[in-house]
């Protein structure tokens, strides 16, 4: 990505800001953006950053990656996935009961569903029991609110490199970054991703080669715009 474009991105970012601020007294409906994806490809930097430009506009709230607080030891069970994703719901339900305007989710509905699938495809759950969680991730008619998903995806290759440089990496096939991992979860990404992309307004971006700066500038940029479309479309609603 060129310097030229950076600069093109952060000119559409400040416009946006600009253009939404008009709108900031307005109550809208609540919106969850998701940071979803492969695990080193810059969700936890991307979501600090985009927290602190969105915070200074609405009632903002974050809700960290659950993984922190689970209790279950196989990083790479089914169960572990399935109770990081429940507590997710948990806490983006109680956030909108707190009249939060925006909700920033590490990880959220969406990538439960990639695991999900993931877990399936290693043939550690049924075709039944994805299909029945996967709808329950989905949440239909439950809670009534916009998702915006953000799928962040790296190869296995940078995912390790940014391992290292965060001294966390062990080459051992039952952790998470391991290349066999990382390859067959961004398969399992890619297979399902097509198929739920809508349901969560979902943009796709590989930060493969990207530095973290283009990837904060890019998708801030893409929730800048989704974020300054429903607002305008609720405005108007209100006039009718």
């Not at 996967?134 to 490199?161: G, P, R």
Request: aromatic fraction near 10%.
């Amino acid at each position: 990505m060129s310097k030229n474009m950076d600069l093109n991105i952060e000119e559409k970012n400040i416009k946006l800001i600009k253009n939404i601020k008009k709108y900031q007294t307005q109550k809208i409906n609540p919106i969850v953006i998701e940071f979803d994806g492969t695990p080193n490809a810059g969700k936890t930097t991307v979501v600090e950053e985009v927290y602190k430009v969105l915070n200074s506009i609405f009632k903002c709230s974050y809700i960290m990656e659950r993984a922190k607080n689970c209790k279950i030891k196989d990083k790479l069970s089914p169960k572990f996935n399935f109770i990081t994703g429940t507590q997710t719901i948990i806490r983006i339900i109680e956030e909108i009961e707190c009249n939060n305007q925006i909700i920033l989710c590490e990880r959220g509905l969406l990538d439960a569903i990639f695991w999900m699938h993931f877990h399936n495809e290693n043939k550690r759950i049924s075709n039944e029991c994805k299909q029945a969680l996967t709808q329950f991730f989905l949440l239909n008619d439950f809670i009534k609110c916009k998702f915006f998903s953000l799928v962040l995806q790296c190869d296995s290759n940078s995912a390790i490199m940014r391992e290292k440089i965060k001294n966390k990496y062990i080459n051992n096939k039952k952790r998470i970054v391991n290349e066999e991992v990382i390859d067959m979860y961004n398969i399992s990404i890619d297979n399902c991703y097509e198929q739920y992309k809508n349901q969560f307004s979902s943009i796709k971006i590989d930060t493969s080669d990207m530095t973290i700066q283009e990837v904060f500038d890019v998708s801030l940029f893409h929730i800048l715009k989704y974020i300054n479309k429903q607002i305008e479309n609720d405005y108007e609603n209100l006039d009718k």
